[in-house]
């Protein structure tokens, strides 16, 4: 079982930046791979970003593609996410996400590990 713990949320201004992090305990971090998630209110919970264990393969989603950047330090158990650009549609409830069936990284139901979550709100 991995335990993950999400920080970096906040608020900030349309066209501003944020760095979400997410550190990992449990398994070996580099085992597996880790994705980002998003959940607005009323909304079903949203693929953002997925990367493979060693770092080298990214996937992004088209709504966030050249704006946010996933990436990994597996000597520090964290996995990031630099979010650029960001617009009032991005105001969510952001999650980590551990282990997935790689086949399957951009559905959420194949993680097999959560993160609380950090809010993100960007204002207008």
């Known amino acids: 079982q991995v335990q993950l713990v999400e920080s970096g949320g906040g608020l900030v201004q349309a066209g501003g930046s944020l760095r979400l992090s997410c550190a990992a305990s449990?398994?070996?971090?580099?085992?597996?791979?880790m994705g980002w998630f998003r959940q607005a209110p009323g909304k079903e919970r949203e693929f953002l970003a997925a990367?493979?264990?060693?770092?080298?393969?990214?996937y992004y989603a088209d709504s966030v593609k050249g704006r946010f950047t996933i990436s990994r330090d597996n000597a520090k158990n964290t996995v990031y996410l630099q979010m650029n650009s960001l617009k009032p549609e991005d105001t969510a409830a952001y999650y980590c996400a551990a282990d997935p069936d790689y086949s399957a990284f951009f559905s959420s139901s194949t993680y097999r590990s959560w993160g609380q979550g950090t809010q993100v709100t960007v204002s207008s």
């Open positions: 449990g398994r070996p971090f580099s085992r597996y791979a």
């Open positions: 990367i493979n264990w060693s770092g080298g393969s990214t």
